[in-house]
């Protein structure tokens, strides 16, 4: 239909092609799997038809809930790495009814493996990354020129496609296939930037005339993913608008690249993230013991009985607030404020529990707090997707007292629980958390990187929750917010089709 396609380029992309190593349900480690499985669906109800790239991980072919088949228009492809040649297998989910296509890039040597960015058991990261998605990026490229099917706008989702851009700069420069199509990269997390030796340009068949002081491709003698899409894509966005400011300001929240974020501050932007709001509703939560809403709580409560049931409190811990945190155990996210303060929390009348995976440190760290204060503190170290839904629903307030964070997602399904956020005031925790005060606020919010500014804003929240028609009030108020992804969708479709339209005249 070539008159319509006419009509759609004079009115904004109508063809999205998503690359990313996660998307849920498929694959995810973090909030990045939420987006990409989030938002394709949320522009799909726009009239943007996406497309969803992503590696077929060996979980994801071994699980049987969503099923996959080989794609029929192009089963496999062979992909050229420096003097190897390496075949990629090209797998489809069925459509369902959300409109959203989904394409998955197998290959023995590269993603047949038990974890995606590395080994479970040990929790190192896989020694050729580079190699895998450069593998994955490559292979992506040539699977759309070969389903032919027009491409409008590339979005590129962190570190590990960021060199997409890259490649179509020079590998397919002259392609008149991708000649029209606009890229957007999406910044999750500037903290993974996905640096490898210069041998990785060799692999990508990019020419070692690229690699040169302060061309996209070189960075301290190095090749850096993150650094190339930067500089290299038609627009960047981060994923709330306080981070993509604060990336800018210096090492801290820049991770080194602010300098290169700075140089592009013209075509850099920040939306903030939205969530599922069918996955996370306490009306319609399979995951939850009883169901509830703004207008009637009571399920909330019995929520909660479960929850310190569930995590072996001896009763149901009178009237005492459970505090729950649902989180990647990583640097980021400021649990070493937690053990600081340690001490006097536990001197506070309240529970806390803990659910989460990450690095081995924090495994130990709660662990022994766990043991130390065993009436007080109840920990899980697994990823369980249905605990989490436990923990938002008894839990009534939500503890996140980042370092950085770039937008955040388990503050957003909180509210929407009436589980009040605890945070730090960075990034999207910033932007989506308004401060408490009296009538107003959905949350409680502390400035400084310090476990006592942590515990003040403990004590403000316990102070409210003393008062339970102050509280009850606070929790209607943040359950009443809308953090979906409508909104966020809304100015994607804006943000591609200004790509769009820079790309066409
Ligand atoms: C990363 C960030 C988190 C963000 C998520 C989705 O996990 O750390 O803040 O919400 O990506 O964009």
């Known amino acids: 239909m070539p008159e319509f396609r006419e009509f759609m380029h004079q009115n904004g992309p109508s ?50 809930r969503f099923p996959l088949g080989a794609c029929g228009a192009v089963p496999h492809l062979d992909v050229s790495l420096g003097s190897e040649t390496e ?19 197998g290959s023995r040597t590269y993603f047949n493996r038990p974890g995606i960015y590395g080994d479970p058991d040990t929790g190192e990261g896989y020694r050729d990354n580079g190699k895998r998605f450069l593998f994955f990026m490559k292979a992506g490229l040539e699977l759309l020129l070969r389903l032919n099917t027009p491409v409008d706008i590339i979005h590129c989702h962190d570190s590990h496609t960021a060199l997409i ?40 068949g990019i020419d070692d005339e690229h690699f040169f002081p302060m061309s996209p491709f070189e960075y301290w003698d190095k090749v850096n993913f993150m650094k190339a899409g930067i500089l290299i894509s038609d627009k960047v966005n981060t994923v709330s ?6 990336i800018q300001t210096g090492h801290e929240f820049g991770h080194g690249l602010e300098g290169v974020l700075r140089s592009r501050s013209m075509d850099l932007s920040g939306i903030v993230n939205g ?13 939850i013991q009883a169901s509830f809403s703004g207008d009637d709580l009571s399920g909330k409560g019995k929520c909660k009985d479960f929850l310190l049931r569930r995590f072996g409190f001896p009763g149901t811990g009178g009237r005492a607030p459970v505090i729950g945190i649902v989180s990647r155990l990583a640097d980021q996210k400021g649990l070493e404020l937690i053990a600081d303060a340690a001490a006097e929390i536990m001197k506070l009348e309240m529970r806390m529990v803990i659910l989460g995976v990450g690095q081995l440190k924090y495994h130990e760290l709660l662990q022994d707090l766990a043991s130390k204060f065993p009436d007080r503190i109840g920990v899980n170290l697994s990823f369980d997707d249905a605990l989490a839904h436990e923990i938002m629903a008894g839990s009534d307030m939500f503890l996140m007292p980042s370092r950085y964070e770039p937008c955040g997602l388990s503050q957003l399904a909180s509210l929407r629980y009436g589980t009040i956020p605890i945070v730090r005031a960075t990034g999207g925790l910033a ?18 990187y310090s476990s006592g500014e942590m515990l003040e804003a403990l004590k403000r929240a316990l102070s409210v929750y003393s008062d339970p028609d102050r509280w009850r009030a606070l929790v209607r108020h943040a359950m009443a917010q809308d953090w979906s992804w409508d909104k966020s969708a809304e100015k994607y479709r804006r943000l591609y089709r200004s790509i769009h339209l820079k790309r066409h005249f």
């Open 15 to 64: 063809t999205v092609v998503m690359f990313s190593a996660e998307a849920a349900p498929f694959a995810k480690v973090g909030g990045m799997g939420d987006v990409v499985g989030a938002l394709p669906k949320a522009l799909a109800k726009l009239g943007i038809h996406p497309l969803v790239v992503i590696p077929a991980y060996g979980a994801v072919l071994r699980q049987d």
């Open 87 to 105: 075949r990629a297998e090209i797998y489809q989910a069925r459509s369902d009814a959300s409109g959203v296509d989904f394409y998955f890039i």
């Open 165 to 204: 851009p890259g490649l179509l700069r020079t590998n397919y420069d002259r392609s008149p296939f991708f000649k029209k199509a606009g890229t957007l990269f999406t910044i999750h997390n500037l903290a993974y930037q996905g640096v490898y030796s210069r041998k990785v340009l060799h692999y990508a």
């Open 241 to 246: 608008e306080t981070y993509a400011l604060e």
């Open 275 to 287: 969530i599922d709001y069918e996955e996370w509703n306490p009306r319609t939560d399979p995951f």
């Open 431 to 448: 932007d989506t958390v308004v401060p408490y005060e009296e009538e107003n606020g959905t949350g409680f919010l502390f400035r400084g």
